[in-house]
């Protein structure tokens, strides 16, 4: 622009501005600051839309479906917190049996007594509560070491119990004498797991232990009652397939 006011021709063909060129630099601080405001605004706007773009790609049907999963997620959320509590089902013990014979005999519950089950410590038991599994009355004079460990494997194969205890009558040992063999008896088995109980009033051994003294396996099933009583039982085929049924 000539000093007179009168625009002169652009050489490069550009419209004509007016620009006025301040003569101090500080006088543009307002301007610079609503520039940098717009600038912010629009850098904003920018991030929230490529946040926002793959929710807005097909329209309004994926915020609806996102809404509808997070309200499903909190109300299951809050049904589990506070919600009624279902009553636990009765483990096997507590199952009621229904005999279908008399008490000790097939069909029927071993005999209603307390025993006394031989840890590091003794405690008293009701001999009912100890199936399912094997119950094993043996002489404390027998050579019986390899139908125990075959009767230890074999329920420690089907998730059974296994409980072993000595046929006392008659027998002059002491209460303590009569633990320490059946521990050392128990020693000798290498696969298993075996119980041992003090059966110190002979309820086993009068129930299932015929005249001669040999051993009895008792075999109780997860309802409670006897499924099989095996006089004098010898490892084998046979035997398996009977604790193989208990389960």
Known sequence: ?????????????????????????????RDVVAYRREERQRRRRARASRLLRPLTRFGIAVPIIVGALLVALLSGTLMTAFGPRPAPRPTTSMVTPHPTAPVGQVGGTLPDVEVTVVTAQRRRQR?????????????????????????????????????????RRGDTTSSDDSIKKLRALKGKVHDGQVGLIEDDQAHMARTYVRAGGKPAAVLVGSDGLVSDIVDDPQPGKELTEKVKRLQ
Do not use: K
């Open 1 to 29: 622009m000539r000093p007179d006011g009168d625009p002169e021709p652009d050489d490069y063909g550009l419209p004509r501005v007016d620009v006025v060129v301040p003569d101090d630099a500080r006088e543009l601080e």
């Open 127 to 167: 001999l009912q509560a100890l199936g399912p599994g094997v119950f094993a009355v043996v002489p404390p004079s027998c050579a019986c070491t390899g139908l125990v460990e075959e009767l230890s494997s074999m329920t420690g194969e089907n998730r059974l119990r296994f409980w072993l205890m000595f046929d």
